[in-house]
């Protein structure tokens, strides 16, 4: 159908402009945060753009429904200003009927946003975590400027001097915070220190040189000193420098289905099968909400639509965590979703429904 064609043509592409525009937007908050972390010295400026393809895809689960909407909600505001839904309207098309033609497109940015729950963003999650531990254990010479103080995880790390090819420091300080309570805090001082290569190990290993070692119990009188010719320092992999805690997120679905007993599954979960569902009500509320009149401009409404529809996105975070907490079940999804649809068919009906009830009310008053 000619018609069919028109809108799926329109909303595509006004809705793919509206999720680039996101998306750039977006990323490049989170880009400038990483070049921060990469200037600290904390992260190798050489995988940003790694980091923020693998990130690319967890993002894009909020950005794919609400672009979709906003490209929805334009396509038609401009309908109502330009006419055209007045003249199919007058031809026996109604706006119900418009989004009838709209529900196998639909369908496709549902399964479109059903694979980037299910299978792209946990993916692209467990690919920024293995990437993230392999920068958790730059220790060491990797991280070290000169004349600088570097904290790693359990150590900070200071070199009066670094050659070139940042294989031996100078003038060394290394602080090692204890990893558990009633251990000792280590402070080590050496003259130099030289990288040592080790095969199959992640950790960063140096030779010390011409130092002292202390031993220093936290809120005790009391330490240990030990001074070497030479002594062998392993820095190891910092397991707490993560980025964020994305552990269950990015987990397989398979495997998160096998353990779905558990609340925190149970939440992610249903936030994986009922997330994508978002689209068919970005539909229904964009046809209830969408109408203005040419004199009120295509953005009329466009700003409180936005907030109802940002509403039902924060209502699903918040019952997520309310699930995890093992407060309510992975239903209250559905619930909300059909909630916010009948709000969009009662929305629909307000040219019939307004003035019936306005003459219950006058009946009433009477």
């Known amino acids: 159908m000619i018609i069919r064609r028109y809108l799926v043509k329109q909303v595509v592409s006004t809705s793919l402009v509206v999720i680039a525009l996101l998306t750039l937007i977006m990323m490049g908050g989170r880009l400038i945060k990483y070049f921060g972390v990469a200037a600290q010295g904390r992260l190798d400026a050489s995988i940003l753009f790694s980091i923020i393809g693998y990130r690319l895809p967890e993002f894009l689960t909020l950005i794919l429904p609400l672009g979709f909407f906003i490209g929805l909600m334009l396509v038609f505001g401009r309908m109502y200003v330009d006419h055209e839904m007045a003249v199919m309207n007058g031809s026996g098309v109604s706006r119900h009927q418009l989004a009838r033609l709209l529900i196998p497109m639909s369908l496709v940015f549902l399964v479109a946003q059903g694979c980037l729950m299910l299978w792209a963003s946990p993916w692209g999650l467990r690919q920024y975590e293995a990437l993230a531990t392999s920068q958790a254990v730059r220790t060491g010479f990797d991280l070290v400027r000169p004349k600088e103080f570097i904290s790693a995880g359990r150590y900070t790390i200071y070199a009066g001097d670094l050659s070139e090819d940042r294989r031996n420091l100078k003038d060394i300080f290394v602080y090692e915070r204890a990893k558990s309570e009633g251990k000792p805090d280590v402070i080590i001082l050496a003259k130099e220190a030289t990288r040592v290569e080790m095969q199959n190990d992640t950790a960063s290993v140096v030779d010390l040189t011409e130092g002292r070692r202390y031993e220093i ?79 009120q401009g295509r953005y009329l409404k466009l700003f409180p639509a936005l907030l109802i529809f940002a509403s039902l996105i924060v209502a699903l975070m918040a019952v997520k965590t309310r699930i995890s907490k093992g407060e309510m079940t992975v239903w209250i999804y559905p619930t909300i979703l059909v909630i916010y649809g009948i709000a969009a068919m009662l929305f629909s009906r307000k040219q019939k429904l307004a003035p019936k009830i306005k003459k219950q009310i006058q009946r009433v008053r009477s």
């Open 217 to 295: 119990y936290p809120n005790q009188p009391r330490y240990s000193q030990a001074e070497f010719q030479s002594y062998r320092l392993r820095l190891e992999s910092n397991a707490e420098a993560k980025f964020e805690s994305t552990e269950v997120e990015a987990l397989p679905t398979s495997k998160l289905w096998s353990n779905r007993a558990d609340p925190v599954v149970a939440s992610e979960l249903g936030w994986r099968f009922f997330v994508p569902f978002t689209i068919l009500v970005a539909l229904m509320l964009s046809v209830a909400l969408s109408e203005v009149s040419p004199r």
